[in-house]
């Protein structure tokens, strides 16, 4: 509250300065002008004085205007502190709810296949082999229908790959994923991390084709993961528009500042591993890597 008032105080005193000095400078030259005026109100002795408190008055408005200029350049540091938090919740908030949605799809898929399991063995304890060979068969092509790749043997991740592949495939853009983990992969990385680490390097790598030339055929993702020692190392090379410059939190749109700001989110997540990230603009294609600083068993 104290420098809310400082600061009204200032802006008052700009204001007046502002009207004030002009007007004085306008009183004082007409006054110059007419001798007779001048002596009726001022005596000789009053001119030093009077010219002192000019000064001061100077000096007060500038010391108000630089104040002033201070609280502006503080309150656009606070809303642009507000703004990035706000749009790094808004990020986290989306990780949080996909992370949901793959789990709640994991758990009906793997009820399915349970049910359907659970239900072919009570054929055979009953011995109905015909039907359990149809149930089973039925199950199999369900099976090879929804989950048509199978990318590592983490079911979170495998599941957000394989969305994320169907995302890509409506845009016809061709994804090659090549995925080894560590042993102890899960307990490693919390689901949130998988899925924010993730979700924002392939959602990066689909908007980056999304903006390459409609024309162009041959769109690609290309996700690579391996370990060495205790590093774990992801590597993604995905198609992009040449005129796309890389600009590093920067978008194209609006509604793409979430992607945008996934940048941040990654590297923020690299960093608590004591990793690297490395961004490589190569005019057709974007190239990412990571490297995870592992802890030793």
């Not at 001048?38 to 010219?51: A, G, M, P, R």
């Not at 007060?60 to 201070?70: C, E, P």
């Not at 054929?123 to 199999?140: C, D, H, P, R």
Request: include cysteine; charge should be negative.
């Amino acid at each position: 509250m104290k420098h809310l008032n400082l600061y009204k105080i200032e802006k008052y005193i700009i204001l007046i300065c502002i009207f004030t000095i002009p007007l004085h400078g306008i009183v004082t030259n007409y006054m110059r002008h007419n001798p007779a005026l001048w002596n009726h109100f001022f005596h000789e002795y009053y001119h030093i004085f009077f010219y002192d408190y000019m000064s001061l008055a100077m000096i007060i408005a500038f010391g108000s205007f630089i104040g002033l200029v201070f609280h502006i350049c503080k309150n656009a540091r606070k809303t642009a502190d507000f703004k990035n938090a706000k749009i790094t919740h808004q990020a986290m908030q989306k990780q949080q709810d996909e992370l949901e949605n793959l789990k709640d799809m994991i758990m009906e898929k793997q009820a399915y296949i349970d049910q359907h399991l659970d239900l072919a063995m009570e054929l055979g304890k009953n011995a109905q082999y015909e039907e359990m060979a149809v149930l089973i068969s039925s199950l199999t092509s369900h099976v090879k229908r929804n989950y048509p790749d199978s990318f590592c043997k983490n079911a979170l991740l495998n599941t957000l790959l394989q969305e994320k592949k169907i995302v890509a495939d409506q845009a016809k853009i061709h994804c090659q994923f090549h995925i080894i983990l560590p042993e102890h992969f899960d307990s490693y990385f919390s689901d949130l991390t998988i899925t924010s680490l993730f979700s924002n390097l392939l959602d990066n790598a689909i908007e980056a084709c999304r903006l390459c030339d409609p024309a162009q055929q041959d769109l690609f993702i290309s996700l690579a993961t391996d370990y060495q020692a205790n590093m774990f190392i992801v590597h993604m090379q995905n198609s992009k528009n040449p005129k796309e410059i890389f600009a590093h939190h920067t978008t194209k749109k609006e509604s793409r500042v979430l992607h945008g700001h996934g940048l941040t989110i990654i590297e923020d997540i690299v960093s608590q591993y004591h990793g690297t990230c490395k961004w490589l603009d190569e005019e057709n294609s974007f190239s990412s890597q990571l490297l995870f600083q592992l802890p030793n068993d």
